[in-house]
T-cell receptor
Framework: DGGITQSPKYLFRKEGQNVTLSCEQNLNHDAMYWYRQDPGQGLRLIYYSQIVNDFQKGDIAEGYSVSREKKESFPLTVTSAQKNPTAFYLC???????????????FGPGTRLTVL | ELKVEQNPLFLSMQEGKNYTIYCNYSTTSDRLYWYRQDPGKSLESLFVLLSNGAVKQEGRLMASLDTKARLSTLHITAAVHDLSATYFCAVDILYYSGTYKYIFGTGTRLKVLA
């Protein structure tokens, strides 16, 4: 079954702690994305990566870091510099098309992070 | 500024009624996507609209795209409770740097009342 997996489903963080959220895809998609969603709100882009070993900041990158060492994996670290990390985190991937555009995004099930 | 706006933001409607959600975007794009999000869940893809005049239908939902007006509509026919969800549109826009940027709309929260 092709798809995107995220783990863990729920995560609790103490103040001052770094935590890493996992995102893996077996769709052979070129691009991967991380979004943050606060209750009742839309999606905000944290980071995205269009090729291995390269990534770009999104709209709210401060306090977060990523890596893209393998095509199928795009982990997100929430650092202690992120003062209000409680949110629902969604990972997505999409396939690059001829001409450089990207097709629809496929989303993982999400990780709900709570700061204690 | 690159913006994708949806209206209404909230919609409460009776079962059996028809309604339309609008998605306006601020710059040229030939590709528009609609997604559905159930409460507490992730997003799932509903429609991919790839050209001006494109129309897609799935059950009681029909999406259309007018690239000249920079407008997409999601029409709901004879709403049922199962359609209660948040609906997002998104566009893939050619950025000034020559790369493409994917931008989501604000979302429309739909509640269908029995």
């Amino acid at each position: 079954d092709g798809g995107i997996t995220q783990s863990p489903k729920y995560l609790f963080r103490k103040e001052g702690q770094n935590v890493t959220l996992s995102c893996e895809q077996n769709l052979n998609h070129d691009a991967m994305y991380w979004y943050r969603q606060d209750p009742g709100q839309g999606l905000r882009l944290i980071y995205y990566s269009q090729i291995v070993n390269d990534f770009q900041k999104g709209d709210i990158a401060e306090g977060y870091s990523v890596s893209r060492e393998k095509k199928e994996s795009f982990p997100l670290t929430v650092t202690s510099a992120q003062k209000n990390p409680t949110a629902f985190y969604l990972c997505a991937s999409s396939q690059r098309l001829a001409g450089g555009a990207y097709n629809e995004q496929f989303f993982g099930p999400g990780t709900r992070l709570t700061v204690l | 500024e690159l913006k994708v706006e949806q209206n209404p933001l909230f919609l409460s409607m009776q079962e059996g009624k028809n309604y339309t959600i609008y998605c306006n975007y601020s710059t040229t794009s030939d590709r528009l996507y609609w997604y559905r999000q159930d409460p507490g869940k992730s997003l799932e893809s509903l429609f991919v609209l790839l050209s001006n005049g494109a129309v897609k239908q799935e059950g009681r939902l029909m999406a259309s795209l007018d690239t000249k007006a920079r407008l997409s509509t999601l029409h709901i026919t004879a709403a049922v409770h199962d359609l209660s969800a948040t609906y997002f549109c998104a566009v893939d826009i050619l950025y000034y740097s020559g790369t493409y940027k994917y931008i989501f709309g604000t979302g429309t929260r739909l509640k269908v009342l029995a």
